[in-house]
């Protein structure tokens, strides 16, 4: 036994490793520009929605201090005055939910945009994954290693490369062959969530509102 095991050990072929730079090839990947192109036009009438939301919070804001400035003229009989503090109270509810508008704007974009990343970056990454995995079979590879991947230090777990087991500029070149004539250009993918689309839309000052 102990000498079939050795021979069984023994006739194990020598490991043969390749790597490649997932993120290189995912920023790289024409479909990716074509993806952030979508998801930047998608912002951009975000903003457009977000900035009515917040134009009309203002006039709701400038209605409600006129109200409120109307309500302390001493010529005011008591009714008038009365009733001029309730629109004012009035006006302050329909702000308040239009705060809880705009907020609940902000969130759902916020949201559906890190979704639509995360979604199509595990897609892209499968798709990915498939094609090198093929190059390094073909390569007669064992092992294929992401060294774009961080290790438990934060850091890339290579310092150095050879960059004969390097196949990223092979698989770059076979994603990218159908890569249209005209690609849309668009800032590089990351794995971080976007900044909400109204993230430098000046925010309204509401009245009565509770601060972020």
Not at 68 to 77: C, F
């Amino acid at each position: 036994f102990l000498g079939l095991g050795a021979l069984t050990l023994h006739a194990q072929p020598a490991p043969r490793i390749v790597v490649v730079d997932m993120a290189q090839l995912y920023d790289g990947h024409y479909k990716t520009e074509e993806q952030n192109a979508k998801l930047q036009a998608d912002e951009q009438r975000a903003q457009v929605d977000l900035e009515r939301l917040n134009t009309d919070g203002n006039r709701l804001v400038s209605e409600y201090t006129e109200l409120v400035e109307q309500s302390r003229n001493p010529a005011l009989s008591n009714d008038a005055k009365t009733k001029m503090e309730q629109d004012a109270q009035a006006k302050l509810e329909e702000i308040q939910a239009k705060q809880n508008e705009v907020q609940n704007f902000r969130a759902n974009i916020q949201r559906s945009l890190q979704t639509r990343i995360q979604t199509f970056r595990d897609l892209m990454l499968e798709e990915i994954g498939k094609i090198a995995t093929d190059i390094a079979k073909q390569k007669g590879a064992t092992l294929l290693i992401d060294k774009s991947g961080p290790s438990l230090i934060g850091i890339s777990n290579f310092i150095y490369v050879d960059p004969a087991y390097d196949i990223t500029t092979e698989v770059m070149a076979l994603i990218n062959r159908d890569r249209p004539a005209t690609s849309p250009t668009a800032m590089p993918a990351t794995s971080a969530a976007p900044a909400a689309p109204a993230g430098e839309t000046p925010a309204v000052s509401f009245p009565g509102a509770k601060a972020p």
